[in-house]
């Protein structure tokens, strides 16, 4: 039975109905379980964060019936890892239990999620929708159904011994006293460590990661998204990422679970750190995107990453969406969801942004290693170069490879002319009026009575000094008036006076120098203030 | 157990043996003893309380019982709140604590019921939060009066309860409680436009106007600006109004804005120097706001 998402509202005991009503064994109904572990996903619109909680929970104790496989997996181990709730740390200990090949690491995560449920526990009765147990029955703590989990493991998984003996030692994750009673007690009970079963082989977390790879062509048009930054400066999509790889992670700072928000952005300051070490700090971007932009205000962004070490300038910030936020949790797919204008719901989520703005491998759900991001950040400014090497070694048609080729070669003859072709353009009106000048005082010298023409001329020789003069005290710049003098007494003086050809043309030259130096300062457009 | 783990909460008084503790515990439970005797006892365990099973059990039933005295209860109530504050002892009671304290929200006695609706609230607890709403939304199922279960609402940003609080804001059943609503809906984005609204609102009373202007300034800096420039210039604004929107230009706005603000620079030189039948208060003001943005 689906849920009408069309005809709303339904209530979350419609909801906990039709989860009961699917049949975890059936493929498609198995779909739609899954679906709705998706943040994004209609159901969570609108919901409270308690709500959306209880939902997820019910929906993995419903997915754990038959055997989770896959990525299903994931959705078990994230909420062990960053869950805080007593409800959901349950539901998740409980589906851990229904995992088809469960590994001795996974035990690790359920120490975690004791760990996390220090402050938090509660009775849980998971045998009815979002049980916490507020009738008197006797209802077991989430700590029990963590603890049973881990004497399932203990039992059923060869291994599992040599992780817990391993954590309790380092005291990672920290457990109470009490806790590590329970754990030591689990411990008696479990399989003896096997001998031939080195520690190493079974706790690969390396399919945790949460590491997706990808680098094709975004369907999301980004050109609308606009930032602030920390400063309140604004930042174009197309204006930031293009500047260079980048590494992204998502928060917002009213997130109210230590294990997400606050501590991917103490992360991504250790990432940058990384990468001052390395010597990447000018090639590798870093920003973190707040979920929240209508209350992270800049004020707000800068205090927030600057209390977790985050460094900020103009190739690291922190930034809030201004326009384009559809099109940007579109093109990131953001697992995120909302009430009103909170978030009620979001996933751990980090990325590596190639210089073409497009999205290169991503780190969702679980927590991300610092090291993993940089290496990924690296390898993409590997591949970029690579690329760029590989654009410039062409294949000749025999096949064989040379450097330089015929075709860069080519380009090479061409480049000078061209640069130059560009460089002489007029691009605005005053580049325009300097080339007609030009033309004008080349043909002087051919039209007849030439000579009977000195006022004309003395008045445009005025006309133009005039013109340099007030072009040079705009710009502070004296070189192009002192050029223009100096050629108008050549071609007026030599050329005209002394009838010499070679004054004539070179007054007009050095003239026409003037005028190009004249020009305003590099840097500024080419117009005159 | 350690001597040391039977001193009261506030480390007072000597350590006390298992025996005395247990004599304690005993005159504690006796129903026949008088209320003074027994909360003496309950003082004397203190954090000890926590120590063995059966003595938690104790003094859970006694907070729970309806039947026992309330001063009984309550100090029953305020001696595991103080375990509270040592974590590790704590541990171990929370979820047992947490489900006596579900049920003793919905108690007769109202200072117990509200008190421990109050720490629910503090520990998020979602049942809590989906009462103190219900209760909004149907007055006759409320467990406590709307402006407290707005207050302590607005201690889980994350709960829902946003809506209901627009809609008292709206249409509130008294004052206090349109208050509470107003202060929980500070931290709501999308409200900015209903806080400068009720700001430049005349008919509105001083106080909502200045938490609407404090709202204001936590959602959109930029717009508290513009409406404290057009209350400082107005004076048919009451005076303690204008003297907010004064302060709030000289604490909060815009550097470059206010420089190169003449008219508003001019006016407010001119109401600090001393301007006929102004009042002293947004006089000072307006003379803070000229040392500190046109000194």
Redesign the interface.
């Known amino acids: 039975m689906a849920i009408d998402l069309v005809a709303p509202p339904w209530t979350e005991q419609d909801f906990a109905r039709a989860v009961e009503a699917l049949d975890p064994h059936d493929a498609v109904d198995r779909a739609e379980l899954v679906s709705f572990l998706d943040e994004r996903h209609a159901v969570h619109r609108q919901r409270g964060a308690a709500a959306v909680g209880r939902m997820r929970g019910w929906t993995l104790l419903a997915l754990a019936k038959a055997p989770l496989r896959g990525d299903e997996v994931m959705f078990v181990l994230e909420e062990l890892q960053s869950g805080r709730t007593a409800y959901e740390l349950a539901c998740a200990a409980r589906a851990l239990r229904g995992v088809a090949s469960p590994t001795p690491a996974m035990a690790g995560l359920v120490l975690r999620a004791a760990s996390n449920l220090r402050a938090t526990d509660d009775h849980v009765d998971l045998t009815r929708y979002g049980g916490l147990a507020d009738d008197g029955t006797d209802a077991p703590t989430a700590m029990d159904a963590l603890m049973d989990t881990l004497a399932w493991l203990c039992t059923t998984v060869p291994g599992t011994a040599g992780v817990l003996a391993s954590a309790l030692r380092s005291d990672d994750p920290p457990l109470s006293p009490g806790q590590r009673d329970r754990v030591e007690r689990c411990l008696a009970h479990g399989l003896p460590e096997p001998q031939d079963h080195p520690l190493a082989c079974c706790t690969s977390d390396a399919d945790w990661s949460g590491l997706r790879r990808s680098c094709s062509e975004a369907s999301i048009s980004t050109d609308a998204i606009t930032f602030e930054d920390q400063d309140g400066n604004p930042v174009g999509y197309a204006n930031f990422f293009r500047g260079g790889p980048t590494v992204v992670v998502f928060f917002y700072t009213r997130c109210n679970n230590a294990g997400k928000c606050s501590l991917s952005v103490s992360k991504l300051a250790r990432i940058q750190r990384l990468l001052a070490d390395k010597g990447l700090a000018q090639v590798i971007q870093t920003a973190a995107i707040t979920y929240d932009p209508d209350y992270d205000l800049a004020p707000r962004l800068r205090g927030y990453a600057e209390s977790r070490g985050m460094c900020m300038d103009a190739r690291n910030r922190v930034m809030r969406t201004t326009a384009g936020a559809d099109e940007l949790h579109a093109h990131f797919q953001l697992g995120v969801n909302f009430i009103d204008s909170i978030v009620n719901r979001h996933r751990i989520e980090a990325f590596v942004v190639d210089a073409r703005g497009r999205i290169s491998a991503s780190f969702v759900r679980l927590q991300w290693n610092e090291e993993d991001v940089v290496a990924e950040a690296v390898a993409v400014v590997d591949r970029a170069a690579q690329a760029d090497s590989h654009e410039s070694v062409t294949h000749e048609p025999d096949g064989n490879t040379s450097t330089p080729t015929r075709r860069s070669r080519l380009q090479a003859w061409l480049a000078p002319p061209i640069y130059l072709g560009m460089a002489l353009l007029p691009k605005c009106p005053i580049c325009g009026a300097t080339y007609l000048s030009l033309s004008g005082i080349l043909a002087l010298p051919h039209l007849d009575g030439i000579y009977w023409m000195m006022p004309a001329l003395m008045v445009l020789t005025i006309v133009n000094l005039a013109g340099l003069g007030w072009l040079a005290r705009a710009t502070r710049d004296w070189r192009g008036l002192a050029l223009g003098w100096l050629g108008a007494t050549v071609t007026l003086g030599c050329g005209i006076a002394l009838e010499q050809p070679a004054g004539l043309y070179g007054g007009i030259a050095i003239s026409l120098i003037g005028c190009l130096a004249a020009r305003p300062r590099r840097g500024r457009p080419c117009t005159v203030r | 157990m350690a001597p040391s783990s039977s001193k009261t909460p506030r480390g007072r008084g000597p350590t006390a043996d298992a025996a005395t503790l247990a004599a304690h515990a005993a005159v504690l439970a006796d129903a026949g003893k008088p209320v003074k005797q027994r909360l003496a006892a309950l003082a004397a365990l203190g954090w000890a309380i926590t120590d063995e099973p059966q003595r938690l059990a104790a003094v859970l039933k006694l907070l729970t019982d309806p039947s026992e005295p309330i001063q009984l209860r309550l100090a029953a109530l305020a001696v595991l709140q103080s375990a509270t504050f040592h ?2 002892r704590f ?2 009671i ?3 604590y ?2 006596a304290l ?2 003793v929200s919905s108690d007769d006695d109202l200072e117990l019921r509200q008190r421990a609706l109050g720490m629910l609230a503090r ?5 809590t ?1 989906e009462k103190l709403i219900e209760g909004l939304r149907e007055p006759a199922k409320a467990l406590v009066t709307p402006e407290k279960a707005l207050q302590l609402l607005g201690y ?5 309860a ?2 209901i609080a627009r809609a008292i804001a709206e249409a509130p059943p008294n004052e206090m409680a349109r208050r509470e609503a107003l202060r929980l809906l500070a ?4 409200s ?1 436009q209903l806080f400068e609204n009720i700001l430049m609102d005349k008919g509105e009373s001083c106080e909502i106007r200045q938490l609407s202007a404090s709202a204001l300034h936590n ?1 959109a ?1 930029e717009r508290l600006q513009a409406c404290a420039r057009q209350i400082t210039m107005d004076s048919s604004e009451p005076s303690d109004i204008r003297s907010v929107g004064v302060t709030a230009l000289t604490h909060f706005g815009d550097d470059d804005t206010m420089r190169q603000d003449e008219v508003l620079n001019a006016y407010l030189k001119q109401l600090g120097d001393g301007s006929e039948g102004e009042d002293p208060g947004l006089q000072t003001a307006a003379r803070q706001y000229v040392a500190k943005r046109l000194a």
Do not use: F, I, M
Not at chain 2, 156 to 160: C, G, K, P
């Open positions: 974590p590790e541990e171990r929370r979820a047992d947490l489900k579900r049920k520990e998020h607890d979602p049942a939060q889980d940003l994350h709960s829902d946003y809506p931290a709501d984005g999308a900015a959602l800096p």
